[in-house]
């Protein structure tokens, strides 16, 4: 697993800093997942020119970053594939929308350029706002706040569960692959003859792995009524 | 394949949404309450197999090149068409809130794109009846590459419309149609392969890991719910429709919304359209549609003292949240 990777998939490091005790965390977690989501439906809301309401609204993460005191470091790390997805969504802009909308001296820039940049703002702002969101509330607080706005508490406990076995499985696909690779003498992938195999094995392994947490959750009193 | 927020305007992820998860509510229905239960740490276990699953590099003979799967088809196949739905759902939401892949207005695109299409189209409808009657290794293999064609086909269809009628980007609709769609073909037809080759080695291990060989539970209220599927497939479809007519017509969305809101008045669907409608017509921070009436007016929003003033502002801000964090620090120390 590559550095990048690995960063990825630290769902730990974000989770840190909403274990700390500091007031923000400590809020409604609905009221914070009711917030964001106003926030992002106000920020795709604005028109595509408007790129000084846009930029105006990162206010909000930059406010929240210093109140909860998160090295900004740590989310804009997870923003470099996002940055990447957007400018080559937003990249065809300046080539089609050639009308010209402001004059800098004898520059003239057309609007093409303008709706790239605020889409490129908008979606930096808007993956920050939600990323602010895990990192000052636990995936506990997270479920509650979800089950308070009415999900189905089924979903909320199949969330909770997944969330907590990814770091499980990710490590077992680890080692299987470390594994295959020490025994492959450093192929790219595996090869497709062990495509089967390989990846069926560490799902029959997942298989058994949720029956033992099925037994395990009835020992200790998961009802099957009143869901 | 993935939709971000800054893709889509409010009305296209609110739409998208109230259709998600109306196809949730008709799962969790559908899924008997103890089965829901009695499944719920496999499905659990699988969506996160999932994220695990995206370490594995499959190399794809005579290219070099090597690439992961999604999933979708997979999951579909193992758990069935609900669970599966399910699973992607919170795959999904983890991925929006823990990996900054999607978004939360997004959500609703996406697991209309990535969940229902797989779950609800290219199973049972493709896969399910090339199985159905000899269930063997070629019968697999094709209807797993038939079933993932099928669905990613449709679901970057999906992408290709949520965006152009979002109009965020200026990508010309006949070029992005063609670029995704091949783009999806290729992924298509190799994720078809793998999942082929997967399923294969798992049926010829243990037959109960096919979805097929339980039985559905059959109940009175079916009629039911067929009745909520297809007032979802329903909604998806004029959706679609009113999509390429909002494309070739920039005005017709509204209005098509509105027509559609006097026709059903009891779709969950319209009502949340024409409630954000509302709100982006009341509230002065939404000029989305004042704007595209007075094409005009544009330039009104982008001037360089605007814009300077909004870059002064955040500077402002950053110097203000120094402060706030500097203090904290401090108070922190003496904690």
Not at chain 1, 68 to 85: E, R, T
Not at chain 2, 102 to 120: D, E, H, K, R, T
Request: charged share 15%; glycine share 8%.
């Amino acid at each position: 697993m590559n550095k990048f990777m690995k960063s990825m998939f630290n769902l730990n490091e974000l989770e840190q800093y909403a274990r700390r005790r500091i007031p923000i965390n400590q809020y409604n977690p609905s009221l914070k997942i009711i917030v964001t989501l106003v926030y992002i439906i106000l920020l795709t809301s604005v028109n595509k020119y408007h790129l000084s309401r846009t930029l105006l609204f990162g206010i909000y993460p930059i406010l929240l970053i210093s109140i909860s005191n998160i090295p900004a470091k740590a989310l804009f790390g997870k923003l470099f594939i996002p940055a990447v997805l957007s400018i080559s969504l937003g990249i065809f802009n300046p080539f089609f929308d050639k009308q010209p909308i402001l004059h800098i001296g004898t520059i003239i820039i057309n609007g093409g350029v303008i709706s790239l940049i605020t889409l490129f703002v908008k979606a930096m702002l808007s993956i920050c706002a939600t990323l602010l969101l895990v990192s000052t509330t636990t995936i506990q607080k997270l479920g509650l706040g979800l089950e308070n706005l009415k999900v189905p508490k089924s979903l909320v406990v199949l969330l909770l569960l997944m969330y907590r076995y990814i770091s499980v499985l990710l490590d077992e696909v680890n080692k299987t692959m470390e594994a295959y690779q020490l025994r492959s003498a450093g192929g790219k992938g595996i090869h497709f003859k062990t495509w089967g195999s390989l990846v069926g094995q560490i799902m029959i392994r997942s298989y058994r792995r949720s029956e033992e947490i099925y037994n395990a959750m009835l020992l200790r009193g998961y009802s099957t009524g009143g869901m | 394949m993935h939709m971000s927020d800054a893709l889509i305007t409010p009305v296209v992820g609110g739409s998208m949404m109230a259709a998600s998860s109306g196809v949730m509510g008709y799962s969790i229905r559908s899924l008997k309450k103890e089965i829901f239960e009695k499944r719920l740490p496999l499905m659990g276990v699988m969506g996160a197999f999932l994220f695990a699953a995206q370490m594995i590099n499959f190399a794809i003979p005579g290219t070099g090149s090597s690439g992961h799967i999604g999933g979708g088809i997979l999951l579909a196949i193992v758990l069935g068409p609900a669970a599966s739905f399910l699973t992607m759902a919170c795959v999904l939401l983890i991925q929006a809130l823990f990996f900054a892949d999607g978004g939360l207005l997004a959500y609703g695109c996406n697991l209309i794109n990535l969940g229902f299409f797989s779950a609800f189209v290219a199973y049972p409808l493709i896969f399910k009846p090339i199985v159905k009657n000899n269930l063997n290794r070629k019968t697999i293999m094709v209807a797993s590459i038939a079933a993932s064609v099928i669905g990613l086909q449709l679901g970057s269809l999906g992408v290709v419309f949520e965006t152009i009628v979002s109009g965020r980007t200026e990508i010309p609709l006949s070029a992005f149609l063609i670029f995704m769609q091949f783009i999806h073909l290729a992924i298509g037809v190799a994720e078809g392969v793998v999942t082929g080759v997967i399923i294969n080695y798992l049926y010829s291990q243990n037959k109960q890991m096919i979805f097929m060989k339980i039985e559905e539970p059959k109940e009175s209220r079916k009629w039911n719910k067929n009745i909520i599927l297809k007032i979802a497939v329903l909604t998806i479809i004029i959706a679609g429709i009113l999509s390429l007519f909002a494309s070739v017509k920039p005005d017709g969305l509204e209005w098509a919304i509105q027509k559609t809101a006097v026709v059903k008045e009891q779709s969950n669907d319209s009502t949340i359209a024409t409630w954000l409608d509302t709100v982006q017509k009341k509230t002065a921070i939404f000029p989305e549609y004042e704007l595209k009436a007075e094409e005009s007016k544009i330039a009104v929003g982008t001037s360089i003292p605007g814009i300077v003033g909004s870059i002064v502002t955040l500077c402002v801000t950053l110097v203000v949240g120094g402060v706030i964090r500097k203090r904290r620090k401090h108070a922190e120390l003496y904690e």
